[in-house]
């Protein structure tokens, strides 16, 4: 089935609009949750391992030492044993913590995409995807191992050509320029495709796991199979929501150039105005940032969803309200009955917004002339 990227776009804004609770409103207590799970074991480790006793004994001796300006307090023979044992203790906590915290978040994520999955759908009840997925940590954490796993090395490959190509270009460029300059460009384009491949890839494995629970390699294979031909529509579908980053943009652009003119000698930047630009300019630009993410990231993951369930030729009907009718069988009769403006009768694809909601009440051999009548209200029949 072709996919059609305007078309799924409108189908996802229509099926968004009729969750509930509000998108926006799940994302923000998705993403509250995984903050106060991310602090709670930051936190209890940190305590578990007497870090911050460890720290208040460091400080206090630092502070001793500047009010002496002499290191008689603490002699390295003091010093070096509080702080390696205080590095050993805290960081093996911190490595457990970072351990666990991943391996919730990348639970806690598969479960979101069962959100947008379910959403893109119209499921009547899609925010209880996200818990649902619990049952199944094991898979999901397999999967996701995996898909890291050969990312990394596609990666590392990608990497490698890249310091090849670049250290040629860099030792060619000291006496041919004109060679050694794209040498040096196609390294860095090489390293950016090869990762934004590497992603389009695998970029189906979720949706593969959630929807008919395929885990592991298994899915990582489908995925690479179903994305065989499509890559093309899936990075134009994602580069269309750039748009959507431009509070990041006008935000860290303008701080970015700012910075670097402040660096330069002689120039006439007043600091004091520098400083405030970048604490005011930036932290308002990424908070605008992220209030639109709470609408953003479901209307992408939606998308995704939508595009997946098109390449397998399964389609989530929804009713329409203006011509042309888009959706469903092509070429049939139908009418509908349902609160105004959604009630008329047209020849198109059948807009029934689930199987459930419509059924064939006439036949007559050719289907381009079969009903289609709503099972809701009355319907307006016609010949």
């Not at 009729?18 to 709670?40: K, M, N, Q, Y």
């Not at 049952?135 to 954490?141: H, T």
């Not at 860099?170 to 992603?199: E, K, Q, R």
């Not at 970029?203 to 294979?221: K, P, V």
Request: charged share 10%; aromatic share 12%; with cysteine.
């Amino acid at each position: 089935m072709e996919f059609d990227r305007y078309q799924c776009k409108m189908d996802v804004k229509a099926a968004l609009r009729d969750c509930r609770p509000h998108r926006a409103l799940i994302t923000l207590v998705f993403t509250l949750v995984l903050s106060v799970v991310s602090g709670a074991v930051n936190g209890l480790f940190s305590a578990l391992s007497g870090g911050g006793h460890q720290m208040e004994i460091l400080v206090n001796q630092f502070l001793r030492m500047a009010e002496s300006g002499q290191y008689v307090d603490t002699t390295p023979q003091e010093f070096t044993p509080i702080l390696l044992n205080m590095l050993g203790r805290y960081g093996i906590a911190a490595m457990i913590a970072s351990i666990i915290i991943t391996i919730f978040n990348c639970i806690a994520n598969t479960g979101y995409d069962g959100f947008t999955l379910a959403a893109s759908r119209r499921d009547p009840q899609p925010a209880e995807k996200i818990f649902s997925v619990f049952p199944m940590a094991l898979p999901v954490i397999g999967t996701a191992f995996c898909k890291g796993l050969l990312s990394f090395l596609w990666v590392l490959l990608f990497a490698f050509a890249y310091i090849v190509l670049v250290t040629a270009g860099s030792l060619v460029t000291a006496f041919m320029p004109i060679l050694g300059i794209p040498l040096i460009l196609l390294g860095v384009a090489l390293f950016i495709a090869g990762n934004v491949w590497v992603y389009l890839r695998y970029a189906l494995t979720s949706l593969f796991l959630l929807d008919q629970g395929i885990t592991g390699m298994a899915a990582l294979t489908a995925s690479k199979q179903m994305m065989k031909g499509n890559y093309g529509k899936l990075l134009m579908l994602d580069l269309s929501f750039l748009p959507w980053y431009l509070p990041s943009i006008i935000g860290v652009v303008p701080t970015v150039i700012l910075l670097f003119m402040a660096t330069m000698p002689n120039n006439n930047l007043d600091y004091l105005v520098v400083i405030l630009f970048v604490a005011l300019w930036l932290p308002l630009s990424m908070l605008v940032q992220s209030i639109m993410g709470l609408f953003l990231r479901p209307y992408q993951g939606a998308c995704h969803a939508r595009f997946y369930d098109t390449l397998r030729g399964f389609i989530p009907l929804t009713p329409p309200t203006t011509p042309p009718y888009q959706n469903g069988p092509q070429n049939f009769r139908y009418s509908w009955t349902d609160s105004a403006p959604t009630s008329g009768t047209g020849t198109g694809n059948d807009p029934w917004s689930n199987p459930g909601d419509w059924t064939k009440t006439s036949s007559s051999g050719d289907s381009s002339n079969d009903t289609w009548d709503q099972g809701r209200g009355s319907p307006t029949d016609f010949d």
